[in-house]
């Protein structure tokens, strides 16, 4: 999953399992939606603390919930290589369509949170936009997955949703409390933490209160 998704509420909601709408046919409207955009600010954040790094590890990063490749892009511009994973096979095809996108380190899965798999030794794990749309029944395996895959002194970079955002009242995503996101954050040393808390609007236009955790960070 990625980014940024219309799930907002159509009419009365008798139970939580009537709560976790199907979203799936909006994903080409979504893709269409933030096409050109740039990479994200977090990704972008990251990238330069490595640069400046005395000691800077191997050039490999994971992806996840890639989506139409906005970060993967930039991460092989600079000559990275990506492990690109997103839910949605969609989104693959999309990404390794892309007339900007060089192939040549990059390699892509189709896998959902709930059975993901990392490789060890990972430099940088990206997730823009995309840990919250985790079933929380299997979050805790999926931040593990992360933590342990990352060597030390690699980092993460993604955001977080809060739990004063809108969408805390569908059962089948991910909100954290601000001492939650502190207990995450733990194994690391935090280089950037901006929270986000204010109205706004879905990227395909739809009104939403959005409570976000915008995170850069270095695994001890």
């Known amino acids: 999953m990625c980014d ?11 139970s939580a399992a009537e ?4 979203f799936e046919t909006r994903w080409q409207q ?11 600010t977090t990704l972008t954040r990251a990238l330069d603390s490595i640069a400046r790094d005395p000691n800077p590890l191997p050039r490999f990063a994971v992806d996840l919930g890639c989506g139409n490749g906005r970060d993967t892009v930039e ?3 600079r000559g990275w290589r990506v492990l690109a994973i997103d839910g949605d096979p969609e989104a693959i095809a999309r990404l390794r369509q ?7 380190y990059l390699e892509t899965r189709v896998q959902r949170f709930e059975n993901l798999t990392l490789p060890p030794a990972v430099s940088l794990i990206n997730a823009s936009f995309c840990l919250p749309f985790c079933l929380p029944q299997h979050f805790a395996y ?15 970079c993604g955001q ?3 739990d004063q955002d809108s969408w805390a009242a569908y059962a089948d995503l991910t909100h954290h409390s ?4 502190n207990q995450l954050l733990e194994p690391f040393t935090v280089e950037w933490l901006e929270e986000e808390n204010h109205p706004g609007k879905t990227a395909l236009g739809e009104d939403k209160h959005w409570h976000i955790f915008h995170i850069v960070a270095q695994k001890q």
């Open 4 to 14: 940024f998704l219309k799930r907002w509420p159509m009419g009365d909601l008798s």
């Open 160 to 162: 977080l949703f809060g």
């Open 142 to 156: 999926l931040w593990e997955e992360i933590v342990v895959a990352l060597s030390p002194g690699g980092r993460f």
């Open 30 to 40: 979504y893709y269409q939606a933030v096409e050109g955009r740039p990479p994200r």
């Open 98 to 104: 892309r007339d900007d996108c060089d192939r040549t």
């Open 19 to 22: 709560a976790a709408m199907n």
């Open 75 to 77: 991460l092989l511009r």
């Open 178 to 181: 601000r001492i939650e996101i």
